[in-house]
Nanobody, 123 residues
Framework: QLQLVESGGGLVQPGGSLRLSCEGRDFNLQYHAIGWFRQGPGTPGRVREWVLCIDRTDTITNFGVDVKMRFTAYRDNAKNTVYLQMSSLKPEDSAVYYC?????????????WGQGTQVTVSS
């Protein structure tokens, strides 16, 4: 069964950094675009917010103005893992973060989702 498994969430102080992992099991993430999403009390309407996407050429598209200079993503193909590197974290970044895979690119057709990992930014 194709699976995405997130890890790396936790409690971090404002201004701190955190790295989330998204590991692919039983499929190769190298051939998929990976989107990172979040859902939490700080996201408008509490809908799942699309944070950024890294495509198969490692081109990154940021969808949130607020995170553009603070969040990035990269791959470790040897570990079949995509990372979300977050820095200068703010309390409003607190959310459950999800990764998702799209075989066609960063077009919004994500058909494989992870279970989510909680990030809490608080002093």
């Amino acid at each position: 069964q194709l699976q995405l498994v997130e890890s790396g969430g936790g409690l971090v102080q404002p201004g701190g950094s955190l790295r989330l992992s998204c590991e692919g099991r039983d499929f190769n993430l190298q051939y998929h675009a990976i989107g990172w999403f979040r859902q939490g009390p700080g996201t408008p309407g509490r809908v799942r917010e699309w944070v950024l996407c890294i495509d198969r050429t490692d081109t990154i598209t940021n969808f949130g103005v607020d995170v553009k200079m603070r969040f990035t993503a990269y791959r470790d193909n040897a570990k079949n893992t995509v990372y979300l590197q977050m820095s200068s974290l703010k309390p409003e970044d607190s959310a459950v973060y999800y990764c998702a895979a799209d075989a066609s690119g960063c077009g919004g057709n994500f058909n494989h989702w992870g279970q989510g990992t909680q990030v809490t930014v608080s002093s």
